[in-house]
Every structure is written in C-alpha cells, then in structure tokens.
C-alpha cells in the first residue's frame, strides 16, 4: 500500500469513471437496458440503479463522516443484498437514474475536492478493511464503478443477438 493517491487524481478517476459508464450507456441498445442475462442475474439498469444506491448509501455516507465526525468514524460492514428488492430496481427510468448517478457523482467528487489535508488523510477503521482514509474510499468508489461498467459490458453481450 505504499501507492499515493492524491485528491487530484482521485477527482479525476472519480469523473472518467462516470464519463466512461455515460459514454458506454449512451452508445449501447437501451431496448437491452431491462434484459437480465439470467434468472438471478442484474440488468444494465439494475446495475445503473445499484450505483446511485452506494454512491449514496455507502461511498457519499462515508465520506461526510469523514469530513464531520468528532471521534474517529467506524464503519460496518454492508450487506446491500436486499437493496434490489427494497429500493425496487424493476420499473425504473435507467435515464433518470443515470442522471441521478451523474449529479450525484458531482457531489462525491466535490467532497473529495473540498476536503483539507488533514481531513484527506484521517484515518477512520472499517470492519472489513481496517484502517481507511477518504483516499480509501473515493479510490473504491471509481474502482466499484468500472468493475460495474465491466459487467454491464458483459450483459450487453450476453442480452444482445
Ligand atoms: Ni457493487
């Protein structure tokens, strides 16, 4: 872990991440949007609708407490399996949610942006990883992001003829 990631860089991880999903969205067969390539599998827009829930639910949750915690912030694990049925993924506007996604990806990016020094690197402790820091967390963020963008790749081909 001797890699440094600065604020700078992670702003703009954050920001081609989004631009890359966008871009991929926009280009592809929204018909195919709704199509799960299996039984228990996601659709493009259950995987849109998943993004918005942890960049709002975990990733944005994260980061204010990082900024406004008086103690130090500890973290539990999450277990989202249930979001998909809480939050009724089935019958939403994968358009709305993408721009939902991409508003709100602004808001995660000026947080990391605004964020001093020393709130950068406060150190928080997670159930699961230990010892983490907004660094942590904004570089999970994008990297959540393309590992998604991956799948959604991968169920494009798999929904399409
Ligand atoms: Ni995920």
Redesign the pocket.
């Known amino acids: 872990m001797a890699e440094v990631l600065t604020q700078e860089y992670l702003e703009a991880e954050l920001r081609s991440s989004m631009e890359d999903l966008r871009s991929e969205l926009l280009a592809a067969d929204a018909a195919l949007f709704v199509q799960k390539p299996g039984v228990d599998k996601w659709s493009v827009r259950d995987v849109v609708c998943?993004?918005v829930d942890?960049e709002l639910l975990i990733f944005q949750y994260r980061l204010n407490r990082m900024l406004t915690d008086v103690e130090t912030p500890h973290f539990p694990d999450i277990d989202?399996a249930r979001w998909e049925l809480e939050h009724i993924y089935a019958g939403q506007d994968w358009a709305k949610k993408l721009q939902e996604l991409e508003s709100e990806r602004s808001k995660t990016i000026a947080m990391v942006h605004g964020a001093t020094q020393a709130l950068f690197e406060r150190e928080a402790h997670h159930e699961v990883h230990g010892t983490i820091t907004m660094g942590f967390i904004a570089d999970y963020c994008a990297r959540?992001t393309r590992?998604?963008l991956n799948q959604i790749r991968r169920t494009l081909t798999e929904v399409g003829n």
Do not use: E, G, N, S
């Open positions: 998943h993004l942890t989202h959540h590992v998604h």
